[in-house]
């Protein structure tokens, strides 16, 4: 089991990653970081997801060029990951759907965001580099893996090998974000 320290160096060298190495990842890797997504926590325990891993060389391209942009220049890097997983949001359970409507929240899209953090962070722990993709042609997602209408295509996590060097990690000092008892 991870110390809390060595739980904290796993978060320091997490990155999103830009570029993958052509080098195909072990299955019981990804069935780990499906895993990880699997066993997150979730609202009311509502486990509101799918998680399509598609690894399949000429689906797994046309799922990358939906999440492109020619006009931005954004992510044509997905083409490069030998698996992506894309994250749909499920119905979830009653009292979390209860929860959402009496709050004015919906949890759900929280929960996904824990499920997909959780398996970046089991991907770095295998060795492996990801990127967490919001920016894609839902439609033609659905189309190319038969997701049905009713359902939401949330995230992308572009997963692989990389020989990318850790970038320092900018972020705001911990005074400016944390406080105690107080705002």
């Given at each position: 089991m991870t110390d809390g320290q060595g739980m904290l160096e796993l978060m320091s060298i997490r990155q999103s990653e830009r570029r993958y190495i052509d080098?195909?990842?072990?299955k019981e890797k990804i069935e780990?970081?499906?895993?990880?997504?699997?066993?997150?926590?979730?609202?009311?325990?509502?486990?509101?997801?799918?998680?399509?891993?598609?690894?399949?060389?000429a689906l797994r391209l046309d799922v990358a060029?939906?999440?492109?942009?020619?006009?931005?220049?954004?992510n044509s890097f997905v083409?490069?990951?030998?698996?992506?997983i894309v994250i749909v949001r499920e119905k979830s359970n009653f009292s979390s759907r209860a929860g959402d409507k009496l709050?004015?929240?919906?949890?759900?899209?929280?929960?996904?965001?824990?499920?997909?953090?959780?398996m970046a962070y089991q991907a770095t722990a295998e060795g492996l580099g990801t990127c967490i993709i919001g920016w894609f042609d839902e439609k033609k997602i659905k189309e190319?893996?038969?997701i049905p209408k009713s359902k939401k295509v949330e995230l992308v996590l572009s997963v692989g090998y990389t020989e990318n060097t850790l970038r320092k990690k900018t972020r705001k000092p911990s005074s400016e974000i944390v406080s105690h008892n107080r705002y």
């Open positions: 080098k195909p990842v072990e780990r970081i499906a895993e990880a997504g699997r066993l997150s926590p979730s609202a009311c325990n509502g486990q509101p997801w799918r998680f399509i891993v598609v690894d399949e060389p060029a939906a999440t492109e942009s020619k006009v931005l220049n954004m083409r490069q990951a030998p698996v992506l709050k004015s929240r919906d949890y759900s899209l929280i929960d996904i965001g824990i499920a997909t953090a959780s190319i893996l038969g």
